[in-house]
T-cell receptor
Framework: DTEVTQTPKHLVMGMTNKKSLKCEQH?????MYWYKQKAKKPPELMFV???????INESVPSRFSPECPNSSLLNLHLHALQPEDSALYLC????????????????FGDGTRLSIL | EDQVTQSPEALRLQEGESSSLNCSYT??????LFWYRQDPGKGPEFLFT???AGEEKEKERLKATLTKKESFLHITAPKPEDSATYLC????????????FGKGTKLTVNP
């Protein structure tokens, strides 16, 4: 079991639905991430939150909306998704570093398998 | 642009047959190189961080090494439970949290 918990594990939704993915960690990590992973591909970064502030948005379409309510929680709100958005959505977190050149590893959850009908 | 290339794409070994996976990288100042293991339907599991050329890290049957241009993941006497996709990722200096991943090597160890 990982220390980054993602719910739900599986989600099937229609293109007009609104749903949310949830990620939780209690390791005191202050950076949290959303990644998208298609089959047989590496994870692709979507968003980074650092100290609960959005620090990186990798030009993700607005139908994906991240939210970081507190230092332990990260949400990804989904609306009007397309079939090509079907993928494994991974959350990760990393400890606070000791400066901009910190190299703390990211720890991943097991993801939410999302299918868009 | 930072890039990571992993080879081979797939590797089949017999149990006990040692081998190495390669990760070549180009990055504008290396902050860290990370190895992960990913099982089907699971998230990547952190294995090692390497920071500077010449560094080595070991864990059970795995040993990771780093030069200025590449990293190797050596697998000694592998077992079927070592079967997984192994991902290499780099992080560049300059303050960005972004990891650049390679496409991975899918390792299958047959009993």
């Amino acid at each position: 079991d990982t220390e980054v918990t993602q719910t739900p594990k599986h989600l099937v939704m229609g293109m007009t639905n609104k749903k949310s993915l949830k990620c939780e960690q209690h390791m005191g990590h202050r950076a949290m991430y959303w990644y998208k992973q298609k089959a047989k591909k590496p994870p692709e970064l979507m968003f980074v939150y650092s100290y609960e502030k959005l620090s990186i948005n990798e030009s993700v379409p607005s139908r994906f909306s991240p939210e970081c309510p507190n230092s332990s929680l990260l949400n990804l709100h989904l609306h009007a998704l397309q079939p090509e958005d079907s993928a494994l959505y991974l959350c990760a977190s990393s400890p606070p570093g000791t400066g901009i050149d910190s190299n703390q590893p990211q720890h991943f959850g097991d993801g939410t398998r999302l299918s868009i009908l | 642009e930072d890039q990571v290339t992993q080879s081979p794409e797939a590797l089949r070994l017999q149990e006990g047959e040692s081998s190495s996976l390669n990760c070549s990288y180009t990055v504008s100042g290396l902050r860290g190189l990370f190895w992960y293991r990913q099982d089907p339907g699971k998230g990547p599991e952190f294995l090692f961080t390497l920071y500077s050329a010449g560094e080595e890290k070991e864990k059970e049957r795995l040993k990771a090494t780093l030069t200025k241009k590449e990293s190797f993941l050596h697998i000694t006497a592998p077992k079927p439970e070592d079967s997984a996709t192994y991902l290499c990722a780099v992080q560049a200096r300059g303050g960005s949290e972004k990891l650049v991943f390679g496409k991975g090597t899918k390792l299958t160890v047959n009993p």
